[in-house]
């Protein structure tokens, strides 16, 4: 296992529409394992692929919490099939974009079908934070990420201040991450 880089935006790699997983092999394996002890590390909740610039369908996520043990998940090739109408809203925040949340509207529950690490066929009824969190991830996958999620005026102010950061060499993670270790979807 190994801890790898996370993608900070303005990274246009964070855009990129991931491809899906076809080969189910130890390479797999060692990618899966390096996403969990990044996302551990980081301390995210969640991590797509695509945030250590693998772009491949590819969520690895765990809600447990702070004092329980690790419930660690896979999602490879998630697809959501069905969302309610019944909105929620959650503050989100994200591995890519350190230091900053904000409340997103979501669908409030959704089904997602996907395979796990075996690649076997599965679907999951998600509400509640494990809802927001698939939908936060599959959006990485898709290229979006939620700061698209929110106003206009928002979305320029955080790409601004990340872009000026970006100019004076901040480029990592560290740059932005205070010692408070709070929960981040990835």
Not at 49 to 59: E, F, H, N
Not at 93 to 99: A, F, K, R, T, V
Not at 118 to 141: F, P, R, S, Y
Request: hydrophobic content about 35%.
């Amino acid at each position: 296992m190994a801890k790898r880089d996370i993608l900070i935006i303005p990274d246009t790699r964070l855009r990129l529409k991931s491809e899906p997983v076809t080969a189910f092999d130890a390479e797999l394996r060692a990618l899966i394992d390096d996403m969990f002890e990044t996302m551990y590390d980081a301390p995210g909740i969640g991590l797509a692929a695509i945030q250590i610039g693998v772009p491949r369908r590819l969520i690895t996520m765990d809600l447990a919490k702070k004092d329980d043990p690790p419930q660690p998940e896979v999602f490879i090739n998630p697809e959501i099939t069905w969302a309610s109408d019944e909105k929620s809203t959650y503050e989100e925040g994200c591995l890519s974009i350190p230091e900053y949340y904000e409340e997103v509207i979501r669908p409030k529950a959704v089904k997602v079908k996907y395979l796990d690490r075996d690649g076997k066929a599965q679907e999951v009824e998600a509400d509640g934070l494990l809802a927001t969190c698939l939908q936060h991830e599959i959006d990485h996958i898709n290229g979006v990420l939620f700061i698209d999620h929110i106003s206009k005026l928002k979305r320029d102010r955080v790409m601004k201040k990340f872009k000026k950061a970006q100019k004076r060499g901040e480029t990592t993670r560290d740059a932005y991450t205070e010692d408070t270790p709070e929960h981040r979807i990835g």
